[in-house]
């Protein structure tokens, strides 16, 4: 079994190995993006913008196709409510038994 201080000081070893990779991914991943910047052209460029737009575009389009499919659904549901209960009460049966309770 291992003490306390032999733990604390694997434990020091592996986060300093840890630290060695995070600098040299970081400096390898800060190099890769200004070489990608350096050598983007105003036609890549235009081409993002243009992928940026049409995914804003369709993000507007899709939540304004849910908000008119959510308020009309839940209206028609709302009418289709109404009507059964319109026709419930108009039904012969209905209106024949308000007439006998009315004569009660």
């Known amino acids: ?6 733990f604390l ?3 020091a070893q592996m986060l300093d190995i840890f630290k060695e990779e ?3 991914e970081s400096s390898t991943s800060i190099q890769v993006d200004q070489i990608s910047l350096n ?3 105003l036609e890549d ?3 993002i913008e243009r992928i940026v737009e049409r995914a804003k575009f369709t993000l507007v389009v899709e939540h304004s196709v849910s908000f008119l499919f959510k ?3 839940s209206g028609v549901s709302e009418l289709a409510t109404a009507t059964v209960g319109v026709v419930k009460s108009a039904s012969p049966k209905n209106a024949a038994k308000k007439i006998t309770d009315d004569k009660e």
């Open 1 to 6: 079994m291992i003490t306390d201080a032999q």
């Open 9 to 11: 000081e694997q434990d």
């Open 22 to 24: 995070a600098r040299g």
């Open 39 to 41: 050598e983007l052209e």
């Open 45 to 47: 460029l235009r081409r």
């Open 71 to 73: 308020t009309l659904g």
